[in-house]
């Protein structure tokens, strides 16, 4: 066990030119995000400290968002961490309860965006509250979790099972959550995530980028599913 957690904290201490490289890349495409996306437009919100002491993230962008034309409001999550532990402790199913909200049901969905598709879980939940006439708040939450080398995974689960063994999580992970007010229609929800979404393209293709592949092959994965 020790000698495990001795393999475990070299790798995470002594991150590889190309991890490095490959996560300055993210950054740079991060900075250079745009806050409107089509006829969406966004100001950016505080991130809990608490989320941050845990996440320790090498990218972190909370948005709130309102849709100019129809006033349709949404929030945008995405988080990418150096080292893929540190998000095991941070997505819907545990830090929606910690905050007070129960989960009424869950689901399995994919969103497409141009050619790329994102895979993964829509959670509705709900808590009472005093503010609301009738005594409980409810939210939709999609989310999709992110893996270098393309991989989009659905849930926790699969996301644990890319980051078995030594050195498995320094490449880090994304995540990525969109919510709603539960009022707002199935219909609208999907057609909301794939205009916020097409936004944030650049930073989703860097963190599914290779990063052995280096800056010129992530624009070149990129360019391709344009």
């Known amino acids: 066990m020790l000698a495990g957690m001795a393999v475990q ?15 300055q890349r993210i950054r740079e495409v991060a ?5 409107r996306s089509g006829s969406w437009v966004g100001e950016d919100v505080a991130v809990p400290t608490q989320s941050l002491d845990v996440l320790k993230p090498n990218v972190i962008i909370g948005r ?18 150096g080292d893929a532990h540190y998000m095991v402790g941070h997505f819907p199913l545990r830090c929606y309860p910690a905050q007070g909200w129960q989960v009424r ?10 050619s790329l598709v994102l895979t993964g879980m829509e959670y509705h939940f709900y808590r009472s509250s005093k503010m609301d006439f009738s005594g409980e708040q409810s ?37 990525v959550q969109v919510y709603f ?7 609208q929800r999907d057609k909301a995530i794939v205009e916020l979404m097409n936004g944030y393209r650049p930073l989703i293709e860097a963190i599914l980028a290779d990063p052995a592949a280096g800056k ?7 360019a391709a599913r344009q």
């Open 9 to 23: 904290g070299y790798f995470a201490a002594h991150k590889a030119p190309d991890i490095e490289r490959y996560q």
């Open 31 to 35: 900075a250079r995000l745009p806050m």
């Open 64 to 81: 709130h968002y309102l849709n100019i034309e129809n006033g349709l409001a949404a929030g945008v999550l995405l988080v990418h961490c």
């Open 105 to 114: 049901e869950s689901f399995p969905r994919d969103w497409t965006v141009g």
């Open 139 to 175: 939210i939709i939450v999609a989310n999709c979790l992110l893996r270098p080398g393309g991989r989009v995974l659905r849930d926790m689960d699969e996301m644990t099972r890319t980051i078995i063994g030594a050195g498995g999580s320094s490449s880090g992970a994304g995540q």
């Open 181 to 187: 007010d539960a009022t707002v229609p199935q219909a």
């Open 216 to 222: 010129g092959q992530a624009q070149l994965i990129g």
